[in-house]
C-alpha cells in the first residue's frame, strides 16, 4: 500500500463510529458525546462573524442539525454489529499495511451483511488460512462489492475477481470510478499481467462488438485526433486533389512518429493511489439500510463544525463513456493507458491509416492555369500550351501600337520640300532662295520625324521584349512548380505505403 490519505485512514481512531453507537443505550456516554458538541456549538458562535443576523442564521442551522443528529444516532442504534465489522475491517487493512500491530482476534457475522464474511476472508488470506468458505458467502451477498475490495486491498487479483469487478463494457455506459481506477492501475502493471489481459480483452470486447454507426464514431474521433497533429507546410497549388493528398501523407507521418513514440518506462505510481482511496467509502458506506442514514450524519457534522463538505468521489458515481476514455487515453500522456489503447485500438488506428494513404493515391495533375498580363495561360510540365502562349504574345503586342498616320507623316514632309525645289527653279531667284531654305526646312523636319519613329519603334520593340520575357518567367515559374508539385506527389504516394507497414510494426 502506498503511502495517502488511505494511510491516515486506517490509523485513525475508526472506533468512534462505533462507540457513538453504543452511546445511544448508556446514558453517561452519551451525555459526554453531548457535552463535547455543546462545546462545539459555542466555540463555533465565538467564532462567529458578521451581522447579527448572520449569526443567528448560523447558530439556529447549527442547533437544528445538533438535533436532528442526535435522532440520527438513534436510527443507528440497531447497527451495532455492522459498525463493529467496519472497525473490524479497518484493522485487517491497518495490519496488511503495517499500521497495526496484529490482527482482530474474531470477525463475526452479520446476516446479509456482505463487508462481515469479506473482512473474515481478508484476514485469513493475511494468515494464510484458507478463504474460500468465507469469499463464497460473501460472494453470494454483494459479488461486485467483494470483488473490488479483495482488489483494491490487494488481497487478491485473480482473475475472477478482476474479472467481477471490471465487468463487460457498454459503449452507452459510463465506466464508474471504481473502474476507471481498476483500468489505469491494470494499465500502469500495478495488478499484474492477469489483471491487465482481463481489462484488455473487456476493451477488445467492446470495439470488436461495436455497430456500424459507433464504429464509424470511432474512427471519426481518432481521425479528429489525427487531424489535431502538427503537419508540416504544405504547397500552395490551386489542384484540391494534389492538397488533400499532400494533407493526408503529412498527417499519415505524424500518425506514425505518434506510434513509435516510447512509453515511458516507469509507471504513474498514483494510479495505484487513486484505487486504494476509494476503499474507504467502499468499507464506510455501510449496509443499504444504514448508507443514507451514515451519510447525512457526515452532512451534519460538517454543519456543526461550520466546514464545507467536500464531495468525495464514490466508487459507483459515473465518470464518462469508455470510447471516449479509450480516444483519451490513446492520444494522451499516461504511459500505461496510453499503451493499453493503442492496442485496443490497433485495428480502428490503422483503418485512419488506410483511408489516408488512399487519400494520397491521386494521379498528378496534368496541367496547371496561370494568369499572366491579363491572359490565362495553361501550363504543362514541357511548357505553356502554345495557342495560350501565343495569344498571351500578341495580347502583350497589342498593349504597344504604332499608328500608321506617323509613317504617312514622314512622306508629307519630304514631298512637301520636293515641291518647294522644284518650284524653286521657275520663280526670281529672290524667292529661289526663300524656296530653297523652306525646302530645307522641312526636309529637316521630316528626317527628325523619321529618327523619332525609329526611337519610338525602339522603346516599344524594348517594352514588348521586356513584357514577354516576364510573362515567360512567370510561365517557366508555374512549369517548375508543377514538376515539383509532381515530384512531391509521387514522393509522397511511395512514403505512404513506408508509413503505413511502420504503423502496423509499431502498433
Same mark, same amino acid.
Given at each position: 500500500?502506498?503511502?495517502?490519505?488511505?494511510?491516515?485512514?486506517?490509523?485513525?481512531?475508526?472506533?468512534?463510529?462505533?462507540?457513538?453507537?453504543?452511546?445511544?443505550?448508556?446514558?453517561?456516554?452519551?451525555?459526554?458525546?453531548?457535552?463535547?458538541?455543546?462545546?462545539?456549538?459555542?466555540?463555533?458562535?465565538?467564532?462567529?462573524?458578521?451581522?447579527?443576523?448572520?449569526?443567528?442564521?448560523?447558530?439556529?442551522?447549527?442547533?437544528?442539525?445538533?438535533?436532528?443528529?442526535?435522532?440520527?444516532?438513534?436510527?443507528?442504534?440497531?447497527?451495532?454489529?455492522?459498525?463493529?465489522?467496519?472497525?473490524?475491517?479497518?484493522?485487517?487493512?491497518?495490519?496488511?499495511?503495517?499500521?497495526?500491530?496484529?490482527?482482530?482476534?474474531?470477525?463475526?457475522?452479520?446476516?446479509?451483511?456482505?463487508?462481515?464474511?469479506?473482512?473474515?476472508?481478508?484476514?485469513?488470506?493475511?494468515?494464510?488460512?484458507?478463504?474460500?468458505?468465507?469469499?463464497?458467502?460473501?460472494?453470494?451477498?454483494?459479488?461486485?462489492?467483494?470483488?473490488?475490495?479483495?482488489?483494491?486491498?490487494?488481497?487478491?487479483?485473480?482473475?475472477?475477481?478482476?474479472?467481477?469487478?471490471?465487468?463487460?463494457?457498454?459503449?452507452?455506459?459510463?465506466?464508474?470510478?471504481?473502474?476507471?481506477?481498476?483500468?489505469?492501475?491494470?494499465?500502469?502493471?500495478?495488478?499484474?499481467?492477469?489483471?491487465?489481459?482481463?481489462?484488455? $480483452?473487456?476493451? @477488445? #470486447?467492446? %470495439? !470488436?462488438?461495436?455497430?456500424?454507426? *459507433?464504429? /464509424?464514431? &470511432?474512427?471519426? =474521433?481518432?481521425? +479528429?485526433?489525427?487531424?489535431?497533429?502538427?503537419?508540416?507546410?504544405?504547397?500552395?497549388? $490551386?489542384?484540391? @486533389? #494534389?492538397? %488533400? !493528398?499532400?494533407?493526408?501523407?503529412? *498527417?499519415? /507521418?505524424? &500518425?506514425?512518429? =505518434?506510434?513509435? +513514440?516510447?512509453?515511458?518506462?516507469?509507471?504513474?505510481?498514483?494510479?495505484?493511489?487513486?484505487?486504494?482511496?476509494?476503499?474507504?467509502?467502499?468499507?464506510?458506506?455501510?449496509?443499504?439500510?444504514?448508507?443514507?442514514?451514515?451519510?447525512?450524519?457526515?452532512?451534519?457534522?460538517?454543519?456543526?463544525?461550520?466546514?464545507?463538505?467536500?464531495?468525495?468521489?464514490?466508487?459507483?458515481?459515473?465518470?464518462?463513456?469508455?470510447?471516449?476514455?479509450?480516444?483519451?487515453?490513446?492520444?494522451?500522456?499516461?504511459?500505461?493507458?496510453?499503451?493499453?489503447?493503442?492496442?485496443?485500438?490497433?485495428?480502428?488506428?490503422?483503418?485512419?491509416?488506410?483511408?489516408?494513404?488512399?487519400?494520397?493515391?491521386?494521379?498528378?495533375?496534368?496541367?496547371?492555369?496561370?494568369?499572366?498580363?491579363?491572359?490565362?495561360?495553361?501550363?504543362?510540365?514541357?511548357?505553356?500550351?502554345?495557342?495560350?502562349?501565343?495569344?498571351?504574345?500578341?495580347?502583350?503586342?497589342?498593349?504597344?501600337?504604332?499608328?500608321?498616320?506617323?509613317?504617312?507623316?514622314?512622306?508629307?514632309?519630304?514631298?512637301?520640300?520636293?515641291?518647294?525645289?522644284?518650284?524653286?527653279?521657275?520663280?526670281?531667284?529672290?524667292?529661289?532662295?526663300?524656296?530653297?531654305?523652306?525646302?530645307?526646312?522641312?526636309?529637316?523636319?521630316?528626317?527628325?520625324?523619321?529618327?523619332?519613329?525609329?526611337?519610338?519603334?525602339?522603346?516599344?520593340?524594348?517594352?514588348?521584349?521586356?513584357?514577354?520575357?516576364?510573362?515567360?518567367?512567370?510561365?517557366?515559374?508555374?512549369?517548375?512548380?508543377?514538376?515539383?508539385?509532381?515530384?512531391?506527389?509521387?514522393?509522397?504516394?511511395?512514403?505512404?505505403?513506408?508509413?503505413?507497414?511502420?504503423?502496423?510494426?509499431?502498433?
Amino acid at each position: 500500500m502506498s503511502d495517502s490519505a488511505f494511510q491516515d485512514w486506517l490509523v485513525s481512531d475508526s472506533w468512534q463510529d462505533y462507540r457513538q453507537q453504543r452511546a445511544i443505550r448508556e446514558i453517561e456516554s452519551s451525555l459526554d458525546g453531548q457535552r463535547a458538541e455543546s462545546r462545539a456549538l459555542r466555540s463555533q458562535l465565538s467564532r462567529l462573524q458578521g451581522s447579527l443576523e448572520q449569526r443567528l442564521s448560523r447558530l439556529i442551522r447549527s442547533f437544528d442539525a445538533f438535533v436532528e443528529l442526535s435522532d440520527r444516532r438513534a436510527e443507528l442504534a440497531g447497527f451495532d454489529e455492522a459498525a463493529r465489522v467496519r472497525y473490524r475491517m479497518r484493522q485487517v487493512l491497518a495490519f496488511r499495511a503495517g499500521a497495526a500491530a496484529a490482527l482482530p482476534a474474531t470477525l463475526e457475522d452479520v446476516d446479509g451483511y456482505w463487508l462481515a464474511p469479506a473482512a473474515a476472508a481478508v484476514a485469513a488470506i493475511t494468515r494464510g488460512d484458507d478463504p474460500a468458505a468465507e469469499l463464497a458467502r460473501a460472494a453470494e451477498r454483494d459479488h461486485r462489492r467483494t470483488a473490488l475490495l479483495l482488489v483494491m486491498s490487494g488481497a487478491d487479483v485473480d482473475v475472477r475477481w478482476v474479472s467481477a469487478a471490471f465487468s463487460e463494457l457498454l459503449a452507452d455506459t459510463q465506466v464508474t470510478v471504481a473502474e476507471r481506477a481498476l483500468w489505469v492501475a491494470a494499465a500502469d502493471g500495478h495488478l499484474g499481467d492477469a489483471a491487465l489481459e482481463v481489462v484488455t $480483452a473487456r476493451l @477488445r #470486447a467492446l %470495439v !470488436a462488438g461495436l455497430g456500424d454507426e *459507433r464504429r /464509424a464514431d &470511432l474512427d471519426r =474521433w481518432i481521425t +479528429e485526433r489525427v487531424h489535431a497533429q502538427p503537419v508540416t507546410r504544405l504547397t500552395s497549388s $490551386a489542384d484540391r @486533389r #494534389a492538397v %488533400v !493528398a499532400l494533407t493526408a501523407a503529412s *498527417r499519415l /507521418a505524424a &500518425l506514425r512518429d =505518434w506510434a513509435r +513514440e516510447p512509453a515511458s518506462p516507469a509507471a504513474d505510481s498514483q494510479s495505484l493511489a487513486a484505487l486504494e482511496a476509494l476503499l474507504p467509502g467502499l468499507v464506510d458506506e455501510g449496509s443499504d439500510e444504514e448508507a443514507a442514514t451514515l451519510h447525512r450524519i457526515k452532512e451534519l457534522r460538517a454543519v456543526i463544525d461550520d466546514r464545507e463538505i467536500a464531495p468525495a468521489a464514490r466508487w459507483s458515481d459515473p465518470v464518462e463513456l469508455p470510447l471516449t476514455l479509450l480516444v483519451a487515453d490513446a492520444f494522451g500522456e499516461a504511459p500505461g493507458p496510453r499503451a493499453l489503447a493503442r492496442r485496443v485500438l490497433r485495428d480502428r488506428v490503422l483503418a485512419v491509416g488506410e483511408a489516408l494513404r488512399a487519400e494520397t493515391d491521386v494521379p498528378d495533375p496534368q496541367e496547371q492555369s496561370v494568369a499572366v498580363e491579363g491572359q490565362t495561360v495553361r501550363v504543362r510540365t514541357n511548357g505553356a500550351a502554345p495557342a495560350d502562349l501565343d495569344a498571351l504574345h500578341r495580347a502583350i503586342e497589342a498593349r504597344y501600337p504604332l499608328g500608321p498616320s506617323k509613317v504617312w507623316q514622314r512622306y508629307a514632309w519630304f514631298g512637301a520640300a520636293a515641291l518647294l525645289l522644284l518650284g524653286a527653279l521657275a520663280v526670281p531667284l529672290g524667292f529661289a532662295v526663300i524656296m530653297i531654305i523652306a525646302a530645307v526646312v522641312l526636309a529637316f523636319v521630316g528626317v527628325r520625324r523619321i529618327f523619332a519613329d525609329r526611337m519610338e519603334a525602339n522603346g516599344r520593340n524594348v517594352s514588348i521584349s521586356a513584357a514577354r520575357e516576364r510573362a515567360d518567367k512567370t510561365v517557366e515559374q508555374e512549369r517548375k512548380s508543377l514538376v515539383e508539385l509532381c515530384r512531391r506527389l509521387d514522393e509522397a504516394r511511395r512514403q505512404a505505403l513506408e508509413d503505413l507497414a511502420a504503423l502496423r510494426t509499431a502498433l
